[in-house]
């Protein structure tokens, strides 16, 4: 039996926006431990940027799909998953490589071990941006360092979705938390998230800490490069600096002498979803934020498929957007439950 095609969006060569095309393929049946499920929207990130670009974790191989996370149902199951039937609401977490698993498409194979059910009253956008940033943020608070209530905790470039939903993690873990972005456009929104103090710029050790009340105990940073330095000297001794991510663009150096003793370290949300004992925990956590209301879906902007490759494009020249308000970006597939 011939599959149907299905709308997908890939790239034949490295570059900007500008390489993403629409193609209709065959999708292959799912394999042993892999689910098809039809896609209903995808949460956007910024790894995806990079991949496209060719400057990601994982070189592509052309032509290359994308996307690791989404929202959707499953269609079917391969031999020996157990446990998911076709019907099944489920949301896609980043677990494996968007070499094997893309997801911006209509339908997807993906593996089992990267599906979550999904939580009741969540639309399909909400349900698409829930999962990487509180896995992540769980994972640089609760597993690489276990913040306690009344901790301090500095979050750099706070106005994207893992900087959104730290703030909801500390609110939610009575944390004092202080939310680092490039101007005040958007401190009422990251106030209402859980900010204690938005400071702008790239504010010195001392405003850090006179902002926390203290030494930071945590600091989330985005960015790299050598404000890392700054942020080490912010904090107290036996504090620690993750770093997420590298918006900075610039190399992150060990600093050097004169600062208390910090642990610094980089952080992976495969770290989490790698593990099923510690995703099992992850999810809990999550699942008790949801339902007690502390923690929620932060959707920023809604493109769609339907609207064609500029869409996509625009999707993700948004992603490297200093305009992006707190939150995700998700691009819908044109099916249900908006």
Same mark, same amino acid.
């Given at each position: 039996?011939?599959?149907?095609?299905?709308?997908?969006?890939?790239?034949?060569?490295?570059?900007?926006?500008?390489?993403?095309?629409?193609?209709?393929?065959?999708?292959?049946?799912?394999?042993?431990?892999?689910?098809?499920?039809?896609?209903?929207? @995808?949460?956007?990130?910024?790894?995806?940027?990079?991949?496209?670009?060719?400057?990601? =974790? *994982? $070189?592509?191989?052309?032509?290359?799909?994308?996307?690791?996370?989404?929202?959707?149902?499953?269609?079917?199951?391969?031999?020996?998953?157990?446990?998911?039937?076709?019907?099944?609401?489920?949301?896609?977490?980043?677990?494996?490589?968007?070499?094997?698993?893309?997801?911006?498409? #209509?339908?997807?194979?993906?593996?089992?071990?990267?599906?979550?059910?999904?939580?009741?009253?969540?639309?399909?956008?909400?349900?698409?941006?829930?999962?990487?940033?509180? =896995?992540?943020?769980?994972?640089?608070?609760?597993?690489?360092?276990?913040?306690?209530?009344?901790?301090?905790?500095?979050?750099?470039?706070?106005?994207?979705?893992?900087?959104? &939903?730290?703030?909801?993690? $500390?609110?939610?873990?009575?944390?004092?938390?202080?939310?680092? @972005?490039?101007?005040?456009?958007?401190?009422?929104?990251?106030?209402? $998230?859980?900010?204690?103090?938005?400071?702008?710029?790239?504010? *010195?050790?001392?405003?850090?800490?006179?902002?926390?009340?203290?030494?930071?105990?945590?600091?989330?940073?985005?960015?790299?490069?050598?404000?890392?330095?700054?942020?080490?000297?912010?904090?107290?001794?036996?504090?620690?600096?993750? @770093?997420?991510?590298?918006?900075?663009?610039?190399?992150?150096? =060990?600093?050097?002498?004169?600062?208390?003793?910090?642990?610094?370290?980089?952080?992976?949300?495969?770290?989490?979803?790698?593990?099923?004992?510690?995703?099992?925990?992850?999810?809990?956590?999550?699942?008790?934020?949801? $339902? &007690?209301?502390?923690?929620?879906?932060? @959707?920023?902007?809604?493109?769609?498929?339907?609207?064609?490759?500029?869409?996509?494009?625009?999707?993700?020249?948004?992603?490297?957007?200093? #305009?992006?308000?707190?939150?995700?970006?998700? =691009?819908?597939?044109?099916?249900?439950?908006?």
């Amino acid at each position: 039996m011939t599959s149907p095609l299905v709308r997908t969006v890939r790239f034949h060569a490295t570059g900007g926006p500008e390489v993403l095309r629409i193609e209709r393929l065959p999708l292959r049946d799912p394999g042993p431990g892999e689910v098809r499920i039809r896609v209903h929207a @995808v949460g956007l990130n910024r790894s995806e940027v990079n991949f496209r670009r060719g400057t990601y =974790l *994982d $070189a592509p191989v052309l032509p290359a799909g994308l996307g690791s996370e989404c929202s959707g149902t499953v269609l079917g199951t391969g031999p020996g998953v157990t446990g998911w039937a076709p019907g099944d609401e489920v949301c896609v977490i980043p677990a494996s490589s968007q070499n094997e698993h893309p997801v911006y498409a #209509d339908e997807a194979v993906v593996p089992v071990r990267s599906l979550l059910a999904r939580p009741p009253g969540l639309d399909d956008d909400g349900a698409a941006a829930l999962w990487m940033p509180l =896995l992540t943020v769980w994972g640089m608070t609760r597993h690489a360092v276990r913040l306690r209530e009344g901790d301090r905790l500095v979050v750099t470039a706070a106005a994207n979705s893992i900087g959104a &939903a730290a703030l909801q993690v $500390a609110r939610h873990l009575g944390v004092h938390a202080v939310a680092v @972005v490039p101007d005040d456009r958007h401190a009422a929104v990251l106030r209402s $998230a859980g900010a204690a103090e938005v400071l702008t710029g790239a504010p *010195d050790a001392e405003t850090l800490r006179s902002a926390l009340g203290g030494g930071a105990d945590l600091v989330l940073d985005a960015e790299g490069g050598p404000g890392v330095a700054r942020l080490v000297r912010a904090c107290a001794p036996g504090g620690a600096v993750i @770093v997420h991510g590298g918006l900075s663009g610039e190399p992150t150096p =060990l600093p050097a002498a004169g600062y208390a003793p910090v642990w610094l370290r980089r952080f992976h949300v495969r770290e989490v979803t790698g593990v099923a004992a510690v995703l099992a925990r992850a999810e809990a956590f999550a699942r008790a934020g949801l $339902a &007690a209301g502390t923690l929620t879906p932060l @959707v920023e902007r809604v493109f769609d498929l339907d609207d064609g490759v500029a869409a996509v494009a625009a999707a993700h020249a948004h992603l490297e957007s200093p #305009d992006r308000a707190p939150g995700k970006p998700v =691009l819908r597939t044109g099916q249900r439950n908006r």
